[in-house]
């Protein structure tokens, strides 16, 4: 989806205590919202479209579907991915090979950033209880001192860089 290298930019708060249904935008149009139910492994994502729904977490041997369909040519894609790419569909196993070959994971150091960014700017958002701005490319929120303060806390002394 083009979102590896940035974070959500528009959180808008909403009335639950674990912020479910949060709606966060990307600077490419894509909205994420944020659901806490239906899981039944940890790190799960699930896809909308106009088409139907996919979602999928660590754990799952496939993905769940809205369209049983979709699932009928899931192993030949996914193996045609490993193929093409090399790679393999476990983050474990995609670790201990870029290790030896000094490749990026798929998971690399950069996606986790951003991914990370993402969740921590949703939690400022509940915390603060209203909407917030986020920009990733300075990394602050948008003239919001309030959320900055909660983006960082001061270091001790001795630990400043």
Not at 127 to 151: I, N, Q, S
Request: a positive charge; charged letters at 25%; proline letters at 5%.
């Amino acid at each position: 989806m083009g979102l590896g290298d940035t974070s959500g930019t528009h959180y808008r708060h909403v009335r639950h205590p674990a912020g479910d249904g949060m709606r966060i935008l990307f600077p490419n149009g894509v909205t994420m919202v944020l659901r806490q139910q239906g899981w039944r492994g940890a790190c799960g994502v699930r896809y909308e479209g106009d088409e139907g729904w996919v979602s999928v977490a660590d754990g799952y041997s496939q993905p769940d579907v809205s369209n049983p369909a979709w699932l009928a040519d899931f192993k030949r894609l996914t193996r045609e991915y490993a193929l093409r790419t090399g790679r393999s569909l476990d983050h474990v196993r995609n670790f201990l090979d870029c290790v030896r070959s000094r490749e990026l994971t798929v998971a690399n150091e950069v996606v986790m950033h951003r991914s990370m960014s993402t969740v921590h700017a949703a939690n400022i958002c509940m915390w603060l209880g209203r909407d917030v701005v986020y920009d990733p490319v300075r990394e602050a929120f948008v003239r919001d001192p309030e959320a900055d303060r909660l983006h960082a806390r001061a270091p001790r002394p001795l630990w400043a860089i």
